[in-house]
């Protein structure tokens, strides 16, 4: 098994070619994901592709709930914990107001055990909110 960072994922995913991101990156990211038996993917990679997704390639909440659940159905990849990502995925789905980082924090605090998430996120339903925002 090998890890990749956010980078290495968005080029094997999106292959952008740019002066940012040579042609020789996105091969080299082809590479190295297609020959791994399995790719590890952290809960870090996963909440920095949102930011990424939104925030340079203006991708829509639908599209990065998309592509991130895409990804978390591939066997070739291995998530730090594929159910916290799964719930996190449905939450940010359905909680508009909220980032995917904030979905995870959640699910994560959740599964060891916590049952209240205090953040100052500017929004009425997270101001203080259950480990679960469902």
């Known amino acids: 098994m090998i890890a990749i960072d ?4 968005l080029r094997f995913l999106f292959k952008p070619v740019d002066p940012k991101n040579p042609q020789w990156q996105v091969d080299r990211a082809e590479t190295v994901i297609n020959q ?3 790719v590890f993917v952290s809960a870090i990679v996963i909440a920095e592709m949102e930011w990424v997704l939104e925030s340079v390639f203006q991708c829509s909440r ?5 592509v991130l659940h895409e990804l978390a159905c591939n066997a070739k990849f291995q998530f730090e914990d594929w159910s916290v990502l799964n719930c996190a995925l449905l939450d940010y ?5 909220v980032d995917l980082s904030d979905c995870l924090i959640a699910r994560t ?9 205090y953040t ?13 925002p469902a």
Request: charge should be positive.
């Open 6 to 9: 956010t980078n290495v994922l």
């Open 36 to 38: 791994a038996d399995k």
């Open 109 to 117: 605090a959740q599964k060891a055990g916590a049952s209240t998430l």
């Open 62 to 66: 639908k599209e990065i709930y998309t």
């Open 120 to 132: 100052f996120e500017n929004n009425k339903n997270w101001g203080r909110c259950r480990s679960s």
């Open 93 to 97: 789905l359905e909680f508009a107001a």
